[in-house]
């Protein structure tokens, strides 16, 4: 069974801080892997999608990272901001059906 | 543009009693999905359709049915509620060339 892994569930950290949020999963014939954030009591927000061919893809501040051999992917946030505090979800699509991990409860504090 | 809406915002049911889950997309995306998200499960997929007459089942389909009512519409129906189907619903839809998944706001259902 396709199993998708995020640890921690929750990090704390202060403003202005570089961090990484991990992503693990277990297919390894994975299509794309996408990483969303989601406000308390909102809708998930797209951020960035790797293709199983791509290594990295960026967005502003954000990096993300993929590595289909070890069954894992990364989240960089550079200088993070209060504004960043929100939970950051993983998921990963094989035959256009996404798997999400639990997610990681981000707090940045000011 | 609204990109994906969903009807209603917050309902509760009583046990037994049925409903409808309205989502709509104003993006011509041929893919949608129903998930619903429960506290320490994730999001876990209910059904999706990949184009216009066509829904196929996901990880948790049981109690209930799904209509494709057009490329923009696709409900979702809970003919008898159930407290287990406690939850909040997202709708979401994704295009032929860009995958990425875009959701909706969420319905948030409660059963008695």
Redesign the interface.
């Known amino acids: 069974k396709q199993e998708?892994t995020q640890i921690p569930a929750a990090l704390s950290v202060p403003e202005g801080e570089n961090l990484v949020l991990n992503c693990s999963f277990t297919d390894s014939a994975i299509?794309?892997l996408?990483w969303?954030r989601q406000d308390p009591g909102?809708?998930?927000?797209?951020l960035l999608?790797i293709q199983s061919s791509q290594r990295e893809q960026t967005s502003g501040r954000l990096n993300a990272s993929l590595d289909k051999s070890s069954g894992r992917s990364t989240l960089y946030i550079a200088a993070s901001q209060p504004g960043d505090s929100a939970t950051y979800?993983c998921?990963e699509?094989a035959t256009?059906?996404?798997i999400?991990?639990?997610?990681t409860l981000l707090a940045v504090q000011p | 543009n609204a990109g994906v809406t969903q009807t209603p915002k917050f309902q509760v049911l009583k046990t037994g009693q049925s409903m409808t889950l309205q989502c709509a997309q104003d993006m011509n995306h041929n893919s949608m999905y129903w998930y619903r998200q429960d506290p320490g499960m994730g999001l876990r997929l209910i059904y999706y359709s990949a184009s216009e007459g066509t829904t196929d089942k996901g990880e948790v389909p049981n109690g209930y049915n799904v209509s494709r009512l057009n490329k923009r519409e696709f409900s979702l129906r809970l003919e008898s509620a159930a407290p287990s189907q406690t939850s909040v619903y997202f709708c979401a839809s994704s295009g032929f060339w860009d995958e990425t998944q875009y959701f909706g706001p969420g319905t948030r259902l409660l059963v008695l």
């Not at chain 1, 999400?100 to 997610?103: A, K, N, S």
Request: hydrophobic share 40%; charged share 10%; aromatic share 14%.
């Open positions: 998708v299509y794309n996408q969303f909102k809708g998930l927000t797209s999608l979800l998921a699509s256009n059906k996404l999400f991990g639990t997610g």
